[in-house]
């Protein structure tokens, strides 16, 4: 028996490698920059991350994953314990270095992202042999079809519940897709998922029909600076965005949704509360730079 929820996050873990540019590079051009900095990050790692902090303790957050045998890997193991996460469960890949992402970021927070594996292409369904049976496990499309498969049959076997973040949009089995509750993608995943090059209709009748396509629980459809919508056996409706004064680096924003987003349902919250609250957290993110905010503001952002 646990005397908290427990949360397991299974998905990559990577070091940010940040170039500041004045605006992002069209294909074929170079763009230079001063500014170069590192940074803790990765989708996995990212939302365990932002679980822990958002869970202000009373949520017990599980990464599981892989780091390199080297500085990038200690540094990230040490940024997620610093959270209160859990990360007995992240195996060492030895010869192998840590994840990288290489990302610029604009002036106006828009970003680019190119990310390199490293040792995140060894985890697999191995990694889960000693896990426990927790209260959520979250999946991410970063590692590929095969890892989140993996994920989605753990949770699957030890009836957890599951919540994929499908982004960017992967194929997975109906029956990982069915079992979602919430399948979490923006807009552009959402007409992947759909093979729609294009969307007419209002953004409740897109979430209404990905859920219908998909026969997921439930889903939430990501709108930007536009708010969420959600879509479950109830019907479709808006969650209205949080207003930001101020946008200096959109990276991680919506791993920092997803990780707020799971602490409160850990915590017994409704999917509207929980959306409601991840928003708020993802909002007061945006304005800070790297993939994560600092614990107060992501501690602030969501009220238990």
């Known amino acids: 028996m646990h005397d908290r929820p427990v949360v397991l996050v299974f998905g990559a873990i990577n070091q940010d490698e940040v170039a500041r540019v004045h605006r992002l590079p069209q294909p074929g051009e170079t763009v ?6 590192s940074f803790p990050g990765g989708k996995g790692a990212n939302q365990a991350y932002a679980a822990a902090v958002a869970g202000r303790g009373e949520v017990a957050v599980q990464m599981v994953g892989a780091v ?17 996460v859990d990360t007995t469960l992240v195996k060492q890949v030895a010869g192998r270095p ?11 927070g828009q970003n680019l992202i190119v990310v390199g594996l490293g040792a995140n292409a060894f985890v697999s369904a191995s990694n889960l042999v000693i896990a426990q049976r927790p209260d959520i496990a979250v999946a991410q499309s970063e590692l590929g079809s095969a890892a989140t498969e993996a994920l989605c049959g753990f949770a699957m076997r030890v009836g957890a519940r599951l919540v994929i973040s499908n982004g960017p949009a992967i194929e997975l089995s109906s029956e990982a897709l069915a079992s979602a509750d919430p399948l979490i993608v923006n807009e552009h995943e959402a007409l992947d998922l759909l093979s729609a090059p294009t969307w007419t209709g209002t953004p409740e009748a897109l979430a209404d029909t990905l859920r219908f396509h998909l026969g997921s629980r439930s889903v939430v459809v990501t709108l930007g600076s536009a708010g969420s919508v959600i879509a479950d056996a109830t019907g479709a409706r ?8 101020r946008v200096v680096d959109t990276t991680g924003a919506g791993d920092t949704f997803v990780g707020a987003l799971v ?3 850990a915590l017994g919250d409704g999917l509207d509360d929980a959306v409601a609250r991840a928003s708020r957290t993802a909002a007061a993110s945006v304005g800070w730079r790297g993939a994560r905010a600092p614990l107060s503001i ?6 238990t």
């Open 32 to 37: 230079v920059t001063e500014s170069i900095q």
């Open 68 to 84: 390199g045998d080297d500085v990038a890997g200690a540094d990230a193991l040490r940024s997620l314990n610093d959270a209160g």
């Open 98 to 108: 840590t994840g990288r992402a290489y990302i610029a970021v604009a002036e106006d």
């Open 238 to 245: 808006l969650c209205a965005a949080t207003k930001v004064d």
């Open 263 to 265: 602490a409160s349902l």
């Open 298 to 303: 992501i501690a602030a952002g969501s009220p």
